[in-house]
C-alpha cells in the first residue's frame, strides 16, 4: 500500500488513510453514532494498518480485532495499534470472529467473486452488534469507467467490456493471472455497483442489515463507500 519511502508517496499513503477516517465518520453520522460510543472495531482485512494508523486516535477506549489472510499483518497491526489478531481463512465461514459494533473492510470486496461477496457480507453482517455498522470500500463508477488509464492501462483492452457488465449486471469481475477461479477461492478485480450491493445485503438479511450510505469516490477519490447497519436485535 505504501509503493517506496518517497516524499509523494508517504503523502499519498497518509492522505488515503485520512480520507478513509472521514469516510467512516461519515458513515457513523449517517447511521446515528458516533465514535465516541463504539466499543468494539475489526479492521477485516486491514494489510499493514493503513486505515487503523489513523482510525485507532479516533477510538481510544474500544476494543479493537485485525484480522487478515497474511497473519504477520494482523500481528503487526494488533502489536502496532492496541489490537488484537485473528488469522483469517481464504474460506471465510471457517474464521472466528467477535461481535462489534463497527467494521470496516477497506478494499477486501475490491478483489473478490459472486460467491465470496455473499459470503464475506454474511460473516460480517453476523459478526455486528445491534445497530452495528459495517463499513466497506468497492470499486465502482468512477473505477469502471476509467479503466482505460487506471492500474497501470492493465485492464485497458477489456475496459469497454468490463465496464459493460458493471452497467448490465451491476459486478465485474476478472481473476488476477495465476490465482484459482474457482467460486468463492476466486481473487481478482472487481466492480460492484450499489444495486447490485444493496440487493445482495437485502437478500442476505432480509431487513436485520440495511444499507444506509453510499458514498461514491468517497476514499480518496476512488473506491465508492458504502455503510450498512445492523438493524434491532442481532443479524
Ligand atoms: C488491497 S489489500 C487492503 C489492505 C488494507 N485494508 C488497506 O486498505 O491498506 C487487501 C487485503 O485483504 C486481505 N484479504 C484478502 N482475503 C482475505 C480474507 N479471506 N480474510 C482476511 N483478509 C483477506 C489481503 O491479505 C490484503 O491484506
Known amino acids: 500500500m505504501l509503493y517506496d519511502e518517497s516524499k509523494p508517496s508517504i503523502e499519498a499513503y497518509l492522505r488515503a488513510d485520512r ?3 472521514e469516510a467512516i465518520d461519515r458513515a457513523l453520522d449517517s447511521c446515528g453514532r458516533t465514535f465516541e460510543e463504539i466499543r468494539s472495531v475489526l479492521d477485516f482485512g486491514c494489510g499493514h494498518g493503513r486505515v487503523l494508523r489513523q482510525l485507532r486516535p479516533r477510538l481510544p477506549r474500544a476494543r479493537v480485532d485485525t484480522c487478515d489472510l497474511d ?4 500481528r503487526f497491526c494488533a502489536a502496532e495499534f492496541r489490537a488484537k489478531a485473528i488469522v483469517s481463512n481464504a474460506d471465510v465461514t471457517r474464521v472466528r470472529l467477535g461481535r462489534y459494533d463497527l467494521i470496516w473492510v ?6 473478490l467473486d459472486r460467491v465470496g461477496i455473499d459470503a464475506l457480507l454474511r460473516k460480517l453482517g453476523q459478526a455486528l452488534e445491534p445497530s452495528g455498522i459495517l463499513c466497506f470500500s468497492v470499486h465502482g463508477e468512477f473505477s469502471a469507467s476509467n479503466l482505460t488509464h487506471l492500474y497501470g492501462g492493465h ?8 465496464h459493460r457488465e458493471f452497467l448490465d449486471h451491476g459486478i465485474a469481475f476478472r481473476p488476477y ?18 444495486g447490485y450491493v444493496e440487493g445482495r445485503i437485502d437478500e442476505l438479511f432480509r431487513g436485520a442489515v440495511v444499507l444506509r450510505r453510499f458514498d461514491p469516490q468517497g476514499w480518496d477519490g476512488h473506491h465508492d463507500v458504502l455503510a450498512a447497519q445492523a438493524v434491532g436485535t442481532r443479524a
Open 106 to 111: 477497506g478494499s477486501v470486496f475490491t478483489h
Open 71 to 74: 497473519g504477520s499483518a494482523a
Open 155 to 162: 485492464y485497458r483492452e477489456e475496459a469497454q467490456a468490463i
Open 177 to 194: 493471472e495465476g490465482y484459482t477461479t474457482e467460486p468463492g477461492r476466486a481473487y481478482g478485480m472487481t466492480w460492484l455497483a450499489r
Open 19 to 21: 480520507s478513509a477516517v
